[in-house]
């Protein structure tokens, strides 16, 4: 495929060097992941009034791709194609395992073995790991899918961060952290004015590093606008298995009870207790659907005594006993089990 091995994915770039990159996308890709590592090579090719960026959007077999949003998107080439390009990133959401043939799979590894820095935008990274590609490297996966990533795939260092780049090998966690590593990509290939006339372009400040770990929750203006919430939401968030009290909570933040209790039911209109309860009800759901945990594993995991009291909780919140969940809408653990 492929133009003279390059080893990493941010080298030097010459003046009036024009990249090539490929955008493969995994049917039911997400728009928002592809516009995170698209728009914003676009916009650079706007700002600096000339093509820095070339992008090819690639499928399989050459015929469009449709995204999860149900819109057919046309294509450039098919991976099988001779293609000279600079960077390769599989943008991809759900459907992985459909995605993931001998083929495409072989396909992959032939375009890598150039050289060729390779990203995983969100499950993308499912696709790298599965051709392993990413083996001895270190990866990223979306929050909910860090667990099964890591056992999947021990030959690859997992860790939380938001985006990782190894080498020639980039991933994401999701479609903002896409966008993070594209500024980042044009920061230090073209420099930061660009980057930051770029960042501009889209309303966008970068607030989080590359090895900030993700949340469960996105907490967005309430850091700042409500920060002993948002502290307490970030430790119930760390003690699931666990939970502490309301005591604890209060105690930890600086706070009185009351003013917590009072607060929580000012912003967010439900107690410390009720939404601490959702918050380990939703991981409990998580791993239902993408882990065999047996049910009283799962029940003490999000801090539960009992598998019974698990169960009451869980079909109040959800209209649905725990083992109906798993029975009826049982998905494989895999990138394809994710967010709507």
């Known amino acids: 495929m492929l133009k003279p091995p390059h080893t990493h994915f941010f080298r030097p770039l010459a003046a009036d060097q024009r990249q090539r990159v ?21 916009a650079a090719n706007r700002q600096a009034g000339r093509a820095l960026y070339e992008t090819c959007l690639i499928s399989t077999d050459g015929k469009p791709v449709r995204s999860t949003s149900g819109f057919e998107i046309a294509v450039d080439a098919s ?15 759900y459907e992985v395992d459909k995605f993931c043939k001998p083929a495409v799979l072989r396909d992959l590894r032939r375009v890598a073995a150039s050289g060729l820095p390779i990203g995983g935008m969100e499950s993308g990274v499912f696709v790298l790991a599965r051709a392993g590609l990413l083996d001895g490297y270190r990866a990223t996966a979306h929050w909910e ?39 980042h990509l044009l920061r230090q290939q073209q420099g930061f004015a660009l980057a930051l006339e770029v960042a501009s372009t ?53 706070v009185s009870e009351r003013t917590l209790q009072r ?12 939404f601490y309860q959702w918050i380990r009800l939703n991981a409990a759901r998580r791993l239902l659907l993408q882990t065999d945990l047996p049910m009283t594993d799962v029940a003490a995991a999000c801090g539960f005594e009992d598998r019974s009291a698990f169960s009451r909780a869980f079909r109040t919140r959800f209209d649905n006993a725990p083992s109906v969940l798993r029975g009826e809408d049982r998905k494989p653990p895999s990138g394809s089990v994710r967010r709507g």
Do not use: C
């Not at 991976?79 to 959401?93: A, K």
């Open 79 to 93: 991976l099988g194609e001779r293609l000279e390009l600079d960077q390769l990133f599989v943008v991809s959401s």
């Open 202 to 254: 889209f309303i966008y400040e970068q607030e989080s590093s590359p090895r900030d770990a993700q949340r469960m929750l996105s907490l967005g203006r309430l850091k700042w606008a409500e920060p002993h919430l948002a502290a307490a939401i970030d430790l119930m968030e760390q003690n699931l298995e666990q939970p502490l009290s309301l005591m604890k909570l209060a105690s930890r933040i600086g």
């Open 145 to 183: 899918d860090l667990d099964h990533f890591a056992t999947e795939f021990p030959r690859v260092a997992t860790v939380g961060d938001r985006y990782v780049v190894d080498r020639n090998r980039a991933s994401t966690s999701g479609a903002i952290p896409t966008l993070d590593f594209a500024i």
């Open 22 to 42: 490929g955008l493969l996308l995994v049917p039911s890709f997400s728009h928002m992941t592809l516009a995170g590592i698209m728009d914003p090579l676009r």
């Open 263 to 274: 607060d929580f039911h000012r912003v967010m209109g439900t107690s410390p207790a009720r």
